[in-house]
């Protein structure tokens, strides 16, 4: 049986990931976290864009109220990444002694995640952590890994549940992943 496809600004994507996994999933991840975090001063930080859909999913599963605050790298555009830490919006909440989460929706070559951990650890919180829906093995090219990680997917550009391709894509509920024609 073929996969269902969707078209994109004029490209072709096709299913990796069911909604019904994705959700399946993130409550897994969420139990889980629920456990780590019980008692613990915790400052949720979800990284946007791509984050939004996840985090939105993710907390309100979760057992636990803790503070969340979205933050943005405004470098970022296209599929390649990195950025200056000067860039980093939305870091207004005191960190300090605080067990911090970073929620990604997708860590690639993990560039992203590894400044910003070394930013965060600036401010001295009692740990770091990272929670993200999707992980590239083959594409990390920094020693970081995520704490917490969905699926581990092959190093192909995917869109859906948050993930876009040029701003558009992102409202999809299953995800999909760019079929490369040939
Ligand atoms: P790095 O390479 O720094 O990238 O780990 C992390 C950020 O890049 C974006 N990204 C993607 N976005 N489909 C997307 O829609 C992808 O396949 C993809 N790979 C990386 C994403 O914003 C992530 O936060
Ligand atoms: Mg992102």
Redesign the pocket.
């Known amino acids: 049986m073929s996969k269902k496809r969707i078209r994109i600004e004029g490209r072709e994507f096709e299913v990796l990931l069911s909604s019904r996994r994705i959700s399946r999933r993130v409550r897994e991840i969420s139990a889980t976290l629920s456990e780590e975090y019980k008692g613990k001063d915790t400052l949720i930080l979800p990284?946007l864009?791509?984050?939004f859909i996840f985090a939105a999913d993710l907390i309100r599963d979760m057992d636990i109220d803790t503070e969340i605050s979205f933050i943005k790298?405004a470098s970022?555009r296209g599929?390649?990444?990195?950025f200056d830490p000067a860039e980093l919006i939305g870091l207004g909440t005191d960190i300090r002694n605080r067990h911090v989460l970073i929620l990604?929706?997708?860590?690639?070559?993990?560039?992203?995640?590894?400044k910003l951990i070394g930013k965060i650890l600036e401010y001295q919180p009692a740990s770091v952590r990272t929670a993200c829906l999707?992980f590239?093995p083959e594409?990390?090219i920094t020693n970081i890994k995520p704490d917490f990680a969905g699926f581990e997917i092959p190093n192909?550009?995917?869109?859906g549940y948050g993930?876009?391709?040029n701003g558009y894509?992102r409202k999809y509920k299953d995800i999909y992943v760019l079929v490369t024609e040939g």
């Open positions: 990284v864009n791509g984050s790298i970022y599929t390649t990444s990195g990604e929706d997708i860590i690639d070559t993990g560039t992203t995640l590894s999707l590239k594409a990390n192909d550009f995917v869109i993930l876009d391709y894509g």
